[in-house]
């Protein structure tokens, strides 16, 4: 089945230790998302790719990333992970940019900052 | 981007129908709405959106008020696996990011 995948499922890093989530899809999408879910909130978009074309949020920290080495991968980069950063990161894909177009999510991935 | 208000949390007795409240006053005319789920420590999943018509497919219906300002979103007959955060959102058309913008959403607890 076409799917959206991350791996791992689980992280554990150290305060200020680079760590990287990568998230691969099997749709063949033009774009793919990165969110940021902190417990009990609502996710929220850090960054996307449409195609090889970054496209950051405002407010995205300095600190946050992103790769796209092809059409199926694509990565998030903590570069020095805080207390703060401490969440689920999930990777969403749609075929394009269209209001009509679905938003498929990955499983997540939970990252713990010790 | 429209705001959406929508109640913190529901009960519904397991095959019963769910039906979940999301006001939107100021939607505008080209926006969708979109209701997506979450289950617990999953991604969000796509469950069915709308512009101005009812909609309804293998998952849910959804109804739109005629004036567009609120719509309710129907599970028909609820299980123990709909326990769920069900987020309602407005989508504006076109636009560069496509980005969704999620609320508080609902908590429906679905009770055996």
């Known amino acids: 089945d076409a799917m959206v995948i991350q791996n791992p499922r689980y992280q554990v890093t150290q305060f200020g230790k680079p760590v990287t989530l990568s998230c691969s899809q099997t749709?063949?999408?033009?774009?793919m998302y990165w969110y940021q879910q902190k417990s009990s909130q609502a996710p929220k978009l850090l960054f996307h790719?449409?195609?090889?074309?970054?496209?950051n949020e405002a407010d995205t920290p300095d600190n946050f990333q992103s790769r796209r080495p092809n059409t199926s991968f694509c990565f998030l980069d903590i570069r020095s992970p805080g207390l703060g950063d401490a969440a689920m990161y999930l990777c969403?894909?749609?075929?394009?940019?269209?209001?009509?177009?679905?938003?498929?999510f990955g499983p997540g991935t939970r990252l713990t900052v010790l | 981007d429209a705001k959406t208000t929508q109640p913190t949390s529901m009960d519904c007795a397991e095959g019963r129908a769910a039906n979940l409240p999301c006001n939107h006053s100021?939607?505008?005319?080209?926006?969708?709405v979109y209701w997506y789920r979450q289950i617990h420590s999953q991604g969000p999943q796509y469950i069915i959106h709308?512009?101005?018509n009812n909609e309804t497919n293998e998952m849910a219906s959804l109804i739109i008020t005629e004036d567009r300002k609120s719509s309710t979103l129907i599970l028909p007959h609820a299980t123990l696996r709909d326990t769920a955060v069900y987020y309602c959102?407005?989508?504006?058309?076109?636009?560069?990011?496509?980005?969704?913008?999620f609320g508080t959403g609902t908590l429906l607890a679905v009770q055996p």
């Open positions: 969403a894909t749609s075929l394009d940019r269209l209001s009509t177009d679905t938003q498929y």
């Open positions: 749709l063949n999408h033009n774009v």
């Open positions: 790719y449409y195609d090889k074309d970054f496209n």
């Open positions: 100021t939607i505008s005319g080209n926006e969708y």
């Open positions: 709308g512009l101005k």
């Open positions: 959102i407005v989508r504006p058309e076109g636009g560069a990011t496509n980005k969704l913008i």
